[in-house]
T-cell receptor, first 114, second 114 residues
Framework: KAGVTQTPRYLIKTRGQQVTLSCSPI?????VSWYQQTPGQGLQFLFE???????NKGNFPGRFSGRQFSNSRSEMNVSTLELGDSALYLC?????????????FGPGTRLTVT | AQKITQTQPGMFVQEKEAVTLDCTYD???????LFWYKQPSSGEMIFLIY??????QNATEGRYSLNFQKARKSANLVISASQLGDSAMYFC???????????FGAGTRLTVKP
């Protein structure tokens, strides 16, 4: 069974631009979560989608948004990029959300904002 | 609010010895799950082990075991017979029963010495 895939793996953008990251979950998984990882803030939860609905959102500004498609693939978008948005963005999928369902992570997209 | 604390920024262990990575958590929800993940330098998060708050026995997965002390709100990871490939960052995480966002600790960098 294929794991979680994320594209692109690396991205360089300039301040003010916008970016879209893509995540394909493990087949059969309906929950997709996004995390931002930085050396200073560690791993922070961005949002979680289940069956095309956002169920939870972390404490991030409205510039961060996402969506999920009917095939469970998910995208996240960051508009008006700032230098502080440079981070590793991780996507994770699970069968369902909550409880004991472990999340399986993709390799991440490393975003550099210059 | 959930809170995960990993007090050991870095740990060293001799190859073939056992090591314990500490994790304490704080929650008022009686239903929660505790997770440990490994993150090698490649960046991908690898699921290691899960412990549910109602589980009577400590979880084990191969060389990994979780020392769950509910009253103390601790969930320490024990790695037996350390291998050089165990060198990585290790994250403790928690998700409350009805919630879908997973909260992570700051991580512990484990270095296995030959």
């Amino acid at each position: 069974k294929a794991g979680v895939t994320q594209t692109p793996r690396y991205l360089i953008k300039t301040r003010g631009q916008q970016v879209t990251l893509s995540c394909s979950p493990i087949s059969g998984h309906r929950s997709v979560s996004w995390y931002q990882q930085t050396p200073g803030q560690g791993l922070q939860f961005l949002f979680e989608y289940f069956s095309e609905t956002q169920r939870n959102k972390g404490n991030f500004p409205g510039r961060f948004s996402g969506r999920q498609f009917s095939n469970s693939r998910s995208e996240m978008n960051v508009s008006t990029l700032e230098l502080g948005d440079s981070a590793l963005y991780l996507c994770a999928s699970s069968l369902a959300g909550g409880g004991s369902y472990e999340q399986y992570f993709g390799p991440g997209t490393r975003l550099t904002v210059t | 609010a959930q809170k995960i604390t990993q007090t050991q920024p870095g740990m060293f262990v001799q190859e073939k010895e056992a090591v314990t990575l500490d994790c304490t958590y704080d929650t008022s929800d009686p239903s929660y799950g505790l997770f440990w993940y490994k993150q090698p330098s490649s960046g991908e998060m690898i699921f290691l082990i899960y412990q549910g708050s109602y589980d009577q026995q400590n979880a084990t997965e191969g060389r990994y075991s979780l020392n769950f002390q509910k009253a103390r709100k601790s969930a320490n990871l024990v790695i037996s017979a350390s291998q050089l490939g165990d060198s990585a960052m290790y994250f403790c995480a928690m998700r409350e029963g009805g919630n879908n966002d997973m909260r992570f600790g700051a991580g512990t960098r484990l270095t296995v010495k030959p």
